[in-house]
């Protein structure tokens, strides 16, 4: 099973700022990566596909990129709305995987 | 805008089978290319692909779950399901069915419903 590991588990962060989460799979997976946000009590929203393809109607300071095992979800001039948890998924490899997830704050 | 609805019991006791059901609207179970897929997250933890399967019947699970696991679809009502059988407190969660495109992001989420595991 591939390891997702997110980093940072935790940022709080001031609106306008740039937030860069990084995503490390225990193996290569191509660009088989996605990312999602998560808030309270709703469902995972789709972000980012395929490691860098931004998903239908997500705001454009969102952007993805990586391939291998190395991969980056990064949210220019950050808005108070994006106060949420992020996840990578791979489905490159069965079984699929999540991260841990990346929550951040908004100060 | 296809849009995906799970039901089924809140509360299942523990050694018995958790029983949901996804009811799949705004497009067909059918499609090709679709995988629909179970996703669950523990209480205040992240989430945890549990598996999917095709409109063919064909499955995939999580090998450390794949002793207890169970999917089915059901074409005619845009359904497909779930059992999960010898629960324990452990399987409390919420659960989400989700639609998978070909290369494996999930696009379409339900709203997820909480399972608890308790007597």
């Known amino acids: ?107 | 805008q296809v849009q995906l609805q799970e039901s089924g019991p809140g509360l299942v006791k523990p050694s018995q089978t958790l029983s949901l059901t996804c009811t799949v609207s705004g497009g067909s179970i059918s499609s090709a290319g679709y995988y629909w897929s179970w996703i669950r997250q523990h209480p205040g933890k992240g989430l945890e692909w549990i598996g999917y399967i095709y409109y063919s019947g064909s499955t995939y699970y999580k090998p450390s779950l794949r002793s207890r696991l169970t999917m089915s679809v059901d074409t005619s009502k845009n359904q497909f399901s779930l059992k999960l059988s010898s629960v324990t407190a452990a399987d409390t969660a919420v659960y989400y069915c989700a639609r998978e495109g070909a290369s494996g992001w999930c696009q379409s989420w339900g709203q997820g419903t909480l399972v608890t595991v308790s007597s």
């Open chain 1, 1 to 107: 099973e591939i390891v997702l590991t997110q980093s940072p588990d935790f940022r709080s962060v001031t609106p306008k700022e740039k937030v860069t989460i990084t995503c490390r799979a225990s193996q290569s997976i191509g660009r088989s990566l996605h990312w999602y946000q998560q808030k309270p009590d709703q469902s995972p929203k789709l972000l980012i596909k395929d490691a860098s393809q931004s998903f239908s109607g997500v705001p454009s300071r969102f952007s993805g990129s990586g391939s291998g095992t190395d991969f980056t979800l990064t949210i220019d001039s950050l808005e108070p709305e994006d106060a949420a948890t992020y996840y990578c998924h791979q489905s490159g490899n069965l079984p699929e995987t999540f991260g841990q997830g990346t929550k951040v704050e908004i100060k």
